[in-house]
């Protein structure tokens, strides 16, 4: 295992900071995210990157695992021992997902895409409506700062 840095930008696409996700190396080249980043738009465990400056994300996709990043915030840190919560990680294993970590007011998940959008969005919004103050969305299924425009990586080429 080792780590690498990448920058994270704001809605108006300036870098605010960075992130350091663990990765593996791939024999092809590349590295393969051990988990979903909480700040990192555009990827998900298990994706093939390729650090490139040149790029405006900082790195490009070489190729995509087919797992759903999702991002869940809290009013208050003490929100992720909530009951709820326990409730929402159940669900996401029943969906095939793991809980990746996060922050100390967020909780970074990865869900299979075969769970399919509908049993995710049910969950997660689900949850929301359970308890109120919390917020989720995709971390890799938009283009970074535009939340209507998909990426479409899981449509066939």
């Not at 990043?69 to 021992?81: C, G, K, Y």
């Not at 809980?99 to 895409?113: K, S, W």
Request: glycine content about 12%; proline content about 8%.
């Amino acid at each position: 295992m080792k780590h690498i840095t990448l920058p994270v930008f704001s809605d108006d696409g300036r870098s605010q900071t960075r992130e350091v996700l663990e990765v593996d190396s791939v024999p092809s080249g590349g590295c393969r995210l051990l988990h979903s980043p909480a700040f990192v738009e555009g990827v998900a465990a298990g994706d093939v990157i390729e650090p490139d400056e040149r790029e405006p994300s900082g790195f490009r996709v070489l190729s995509r695992a087919g797992n759903l990043a999702v991002v869940v915030t809290f009013e208050e840190e003490q929100d992720r021992s909530a009951e709820p919560v326990g409730r929402l990680r159940e669900g996401i294993r029943a969906l095939g997902g793991t809980q990746d970590g996060g922050p100390a007011r967020m909780l970074v998940l990865t869900v299979p895409l075969r769970a399919g959008f509908p049993a995710v969005e049910k969950l997660l919004n689900g949850f929301v409506a359970e308890m109120p103050g919390t917020h989720w969305w995709y971390g890799n299924v938009y283009e970074r700062g535009d939340a209507t425009r998909p990426l479409d990586w899981w449509k066939p080429a």
